[in-house]
Nanobody, 128 residues
Framework: EVKLVESGGGSVQPGGSVRLSCTASGLTWGDRDLGWYRQTDNKCELAASISPGGGPYYADSLKGRTSLSIDYEKNTVYLQMNALRPEDTGVYYC???????????????????????WGQGIQVNVSS
């Protein structure tokens, strides 16, 4: 059984940083696409992703202040986000499948149905 478990969320002040972790059991990161989606107030967005042998993708709003990395020994994917803004508030989900791409639809829970492996989500609140 594959399980993805996110951690590291919480409340952060604007301008602060957070590092989200997604630890996998039952699969090995890097064999297929992996990514982080986020559910904000009104949309589901692909925040970051990476394909085997490819470079990372970042949503335009996150470019320059976000980094996706993989610790293969720990089988953990990290999403480091800096200079956080209130609009970064949301629930962040990690996902793994043959193809990770921008979602069709505004509800991440509905979007998750189309992915083989999807985490339970972790809340990030950015406010002063």
């Amino acid at each position: 059984e594959v399980k993805l478990v996110e951690s590291g969320g919480g409340s952060v002040q604007p301008g602060g940083s957070v590092r989200l972790s997604c630890t996998a059991s039952g699969l090995t990161w890097g064999d297929r696409d992996l990514g982080w989606y986020r559910q904000t107030d009104n949309k589901c967005e692909l925040a970051a992703s990476i394909s085997p042998g490819g470079g990372p993708y970042y949503a335009d709003s996150l470019k320059g202040r976000t980094s996706l990395s993989i610790d293969y020994e720990k089988n953990t994917v990290y999403l480091q986000m800096n200079a956080l803004r209130p609009e970064d508030t949301g629930v962040y989900y990690c996902a793994e499948d043959e193809t990770i791409a921008p979602p069709y639809g505004n509800n991440c829970l509905l979007v998750s149905r189309f992915f083989e492996n999807w985490g339970q989500g972790i809340q990030v609140n950015v406010s002063s």
